[in-house]
């Protein structure tokens, strides 16, 4: 599993009656984005550091055209 800081991490619970979780990934222990990450769990704000099990699925942030050249930003006065 890999990760970048700006993913969206999510957990399906197993158990019967346990609640989905996710979370935005805010910090990376190995710059190859393996586990395991610092993240902030979108229920109750907390940062934890989180190892993935196999209920966990990565979204990945993307930005809106990546594969366009970049331009500069014009701003008008």
Do not use: C, K, N
């Amino acid at each position: 599993m890999e990760a970048a800081v700006g993913d969206r991490i999510i957990v399906q619970g197993t158990r019967p009656g346990a609640a989905r979780r996710d979370g935005e990934i805010i910090g990376l222990h190995h710059p190859d984005g393996s586990p395991p990450y610092d993240v902030r769990w979108s229920d109750d704000g907390r940062v934890t550091e989180y190892f993935p099990g196999p209920d966990a699925r990565i979204h990945h942030y993307r930005h809106a055209d990546e594969t366009a050249p970049s331009q500069p930003h014009l701003f008008a006065d």
